[in-house]
């Protein structure tokens, strides 16, 4: 078993990465988000229900003189008092409702405010008018980083969404009648999270690594002049990854934002820049190592191209980082480490990883010109 497991230790290990990847990713991008609605459905209808009890609450503090400031009301329900059509208690500043009462408010069932939804049930008690109230999703004319146009936390649906009035659409929200209050409609793109951008990433960057060594070490073995279009191969097949944005799942991620990182068409983000270093390494790794096994004596034409080679390619790769330092907002100065975060990290180690590979790549190359 162990000879086995050791046999084929590097597909296990690219099958192993590749499952934790596909996991991730349709975890993270699934369309059917009918578990999360459903959860908002759940927690709308106990929202309403606790508007019951407290109405039970203000009916008692009606009936005994008690003063409403002291009704312990729940952080998500809000209680809005008349007497004589007049304001005279609200327990919070939130929503922007007049000192008297008008047709929209008091008011029952969805409200639309200036700031947001609201659900609301309003009572009558004696003299006493009342409403109480929650918030379903906040709806600002602008935000900002204090001000998020979300649904509230006790509704949160974990998805990013709006709110629509037609029962025909999206996800649709009933109260405890059976009656139509307002449906989610789901955003098409979904943005995702710092962390599980990064895990995400990696374990990409990681099985398409360890699936294009494994590879191109099978091509290394086979004796042929055609293993030449291997690496053509490789460069096309990068091209027509860049025109058709096959990594596009990322493209509502900071990865994939031009204001981190972009040159150009063929470097337009950080995601891409990464994958064509990878590309170029492979690449590099194949032609060296297919040099440094050739058993053929090169002639004094190709023996100063050989030799010439190690610095061209190493101003390629200067190329790559003076861009990724002047055309970033990746802060890459080492000498101010709490201002590194990691994308830092993550270009710091690209660039490591090229310098430690082009060195053994001189190596191959050193080989190639004694023989």
């Not at 086995?4 to 590097?10: D, F, G, L, R, T």
């Not at 109480?132 to 204090?146: A, D, G, P, Q």
């Not at 460069?235 to 058709?244: A, K, P, T």
């Amino acid at each position: 078993m162990k000879k086995i497991i050791s046999k084929y230790s590097s597909w296990l290990t690219i099958l192993i990465v590749g499952v934790a990847f596909l996991v991730l990713y349709f975890q993270l991008f699934s369309t059917n988000h009918y578990r999360e609605l459903n959860k908002v459905r759940a927690n709308f209808k106990q929202l309403e229900n606790s508007l019951q009890q407290h109405k039970i609450k203000v009916d008692n503090a009606i009936n005994s003189n008690q003063k409403f400031d002291e009704i312990a009301l729940k952080k998500a329900i809000n209680l809005h008092v008349y007497k004589q059509d007049t304001l005279i208690y609200w327990s919070t500043n939130k929503i922007p409702v007049s000192k008297f009462e008008d047709i929209q408010f008091p008011a029952n069932g969805l409200i639309k405010a200036q700031n947001g939804w609201y659900y609301a049930q309003s009572y009558q008690k004696g003299a006493y008018s009342y409403t109480l109230s929650f918030l379903i999703k906040n709806e600002y004319s602008y935000v900002n980083e204090y001000l998020e146009n979300d649904f509230s936390n006790e509704l949160n649906p974990k998805v990013k969404s709006s709110i629509s009035l037609d029962e025909s659409v999206g996800f649709p929200i009933y109260n405890h009648d059976k009656k139509y209050v307002f449906s989610i409609l789901v955003n098409e793109y979904q943005p995702i999270s710092l962390v599980d951008t990064i895990v995400l990433f990696c374990l990409m960057i990681l099985w398409l690594s360890l699936i294009f060594l494994k590879i191109t070490q099978l091509v290394l073995r086979i004796e042929s002049h055609l293993i030449w279009l291997y690496p053509v191969t490789l460069i096309c097949i990068r091209y027509c990854s860049l025109h058709f944005e096959w990594f596009g799942f990322f493209r509502n991620s900071e990865l994939y934002s031009p204001s981190l990182y972009g040159t150009n068409e063929l470097f337009p983000n950080f995601l891409e820049y990464n994958i064509n270093i990878l590309t170029l390494f492979i690449v590099s790794y194949f032609v060296y190592k297919r040099l440094g096994t050739s058993k053929l004596k090169i002639n004094k034409f190709w023996f100063y191209i050989v030799c010439a080679l190690p610095y061209i390619v190493w101003q390629i790769l200067l190329f790559f980082f003076q861009g990724l330092i002047e055309n970033s907002s990746i802060p890459l100065h080492i000498e101010e480490l709490f201002k590194i975060n990691v994308y830092s990290i993550i270009a710091i180690i690209s660039m490591a990883i090229i310098g430690f590979m082009y060195f053994l790549i001189n190596i191959d190359n050193a080989t190639l010109i004694i023989k």
